[in-house]
Nanobody
Framework: QVLLVESGGGLVQPGGSLRVSCVVSGFTFTTYRMSWYRQAPGKSRELVAAIASVGGNTNYADSVKGRFTISRDDAKNTVYLQMNSLKPEDTAVYYC??????????WGQGTQVTVSS
């Protein structure tokens, strides 16, 4: 059974930091590109950050570059998103995604991140 379980969301003040995690099981983690997406109320889901299965190459949405860092621990089947200098516009449900060609595409249930004073 494929499972992606996010955790670490919550309420944080503007300028604060938060780290969300995604633990996976049921597939070979090391062969999948891992990504974080987010969806704010009334908006479509958007890619926040991604990390390759091999080599560790990363890419980020322009809106989070320099503030967010994606990483993975293959020994723990876990991907992280470290979020610093958080802004109210970062408020969203954050989803973990695992993808491998040709069409293996798995999603977690999401974790709420709220940035507010």
């Amino acid at each position: 059974q494929v499972l992606l379980v996010e955790s670490g969301g919550g309420l944080v003040q503007p300028g604060g930091s938060l780290r969300v995690s995604c633990v996976v099981s049921g597939f070979t983690f090391t062969t999948y590109r891992m990504s974080w997406y987010r969806q704010a109320p009334g908006k479509s889901r958007e890619l926040v950050a991604a990390i390759a299965s091999v080599g560790g190459n990363t890419n980020y949405a322009d809106s989070v570059k320099g503030r967010f860092t994606i990483s993975r621990d293959d020994a723990k089947n876990t991907v992280y998103l470290q979020m610093n200098s958080l802004k109210p516009e970062d408020t969203a449900v954050y989803y973990c995604n695992a993808y491998r060609m040709p069409n293996y595409d798995y999603w977690g249930q999401g974790t709420q991140v709220t940035v507010s004073s």
